[in-house]
T-cell receptor, first 116, second 109 residues
Framework: GAGVSQTPSNKVTEKGKYVELRCDPI?????LYWYRQSLGQGPEFLIY????????DSGLPNDRFFAVRPEGSVSTLKIQRTERGDSAVYLC??????????????FGEGSRLTVL | KQEVTQIPAALSVPEGENLVLNCSFT??????LQWFRQDPGKGLTSLLL?????REQTSGRLNASLDKSSGRSTLYIAASQPGDSATYLC????????FGAGTRLTVKP
């Protein structure tokens, strides 16, 4: 597509529920990133995919968070047993270059998650 | 762990003024540094990317420099306009780009 697309743009859920957030990267971009941004803060790194595999998941806060990218394109961030502290904007980015020569990151508009 | 600091946290200037935003980082073994703009409630828009072999990049009224040895980058905005009002974020690293908290810029007409 023309840009990184994220759905839903807004998600309100209750504490303890399961949530999926979707990211559709720019066509042809092999690298995909998930970040989380709280109000007044910079984005916090969660996970990076190179193709289908998670090359670095060191930013995932705990085992309630999981992400997949089964065909090397669309990615889904999954959050189990949501907690109020998970409320944030979840940002996805993609890049055309992988490995150490990471290229320019292009971000989507984000998915705003609110856990009541 | 890489720590990224942006100073000042907020800046207000009159239209037409030239200004400098600062970004410092603790681990100089970075591969890329990228500056972004973020408007309220929006995603991040890429402004400039500086790769490790480069020292600066320019785009229109924007100029970004990188000094890896001192762990610093600056974003220079010439002849500021009200439309430049936004939060400016820098990110450093390679695959796991780390962000500062940003500088909130207000340009008054």
């Amino acid at each position: 597509g023309a840009g990184v697309s994220q759905t839903p743009s807004n998600k309100v859920t209750e504490k303890g529920k399961y949530v999926e957030l979707r990211c559709d990267p720019i066509s042809g971009h092999t690298a995909l990133y998930w970040y989380r941004q709280s109000l007044g803060q910079g984005p916090e790194f969660l996970i990076y995919f190179q193709g289908t595999g998670a090359a670095d998941d060191s930013g995932l806060p705990n085992d309630r968070f999981f992400a997949v990218r089964p065909e090397g394109s669309v990615s889904t961030l999954k959050i189990q047993r949501t907690e109020r502290g998970d409320s944030a904007v979840y940002l996805c980015a993609s890049s055309s270059i992988s490995g150490r020569a990471t290229g320019e990151l292009f971000f989507g508009e984000g998915s705003r998650l609110t856990v009541l | 762990k890489q720590e990224v600091t942006q100073i000042p946290a907020a800046l207000s200037v009159p239209e037409g003024e030239n200004l400098v935003l600062n970004c410092s980082f603790t681990d100089s073994a970075i591969y890329n540094l990228q500056w972004f703009r973020q408007d309220p409630g929006k995603g991040l828009t890429s402004l400039l990317l500086i790769q490790s072999s480069q020292r600066e990049q320019t785009s229109g009224r924007l100029n970004a420099s990188l000094d890896k040895s001192s762990g610093r980058s600056t974003l220079y905005i010439a002849a500021s306009q009200p439309g430049d009002s936004a939060t400016y974020l820098c990110a450093v690293g390679d695959n796991d780009m780390r962000f500062g908290a940003g500088t909130r810029l207000t340009v008054k007409p």
